[in-house]
């Protein structure tokens, strides 16, 4: 079945850098555009950003364009998302699914908290 198992959150200070993995499985991820969402406490779940299937197209939240970066490997059946200068509002559990079509079922996320 479609599995999506997210890793690499953490605590860490205002403009500090975290990088984030998605492992995927259970469908031909090579074709599949890919997006990474995101949830902040009280608040529905937003998309932060999509990668097509071959990498070569990528698309951010406008309010995160320039800190923000995310990448695939289309042999490992992954896909990252580099954050860098971090904001408190950057607070959330992070989650990766695919980036078309209906949402599958969703992993357990990674948890990031930005404080000091």
């Known amino acids: 079945q479609v599995q999506f198992v997210e890793s690499g959150g953490g605590l860490v200070q205002p403009g500090g850098s975290l990088r984030l993995s998605c492992a995927a499985s259970g469908f031909i991820f090579r074709t599949t555009p890919m997006s990474w969402f995101r949830q902040a406490p009280g608040k529905e779940r937003e998309l932060v950003a999509q990668?097509?299937?071959?990498?070569?197209?990528?698309d951010y939240l406008d309010s995160l364009k320039g800190r923000f970066t995310i990448s695939r490997d289309n042999v490992l059946n992954t896909v990252d998302l580099q954050m860098r200068n971090l904001k408190p509002d950057d607070t959330g559990v992070y989650y990766c699914?695919?980036?078309?079509?209906?949402?599958?079922?969703w992993g357990q996320g990674t948890q990031v908290t930005v404080s000091s």
């Open positions: 990668i097509s299937s071959g990498g070569s197209r990528r």
């Open positions: 699914n695919i980036g078309i079509g209906n949402p599958r079922d």
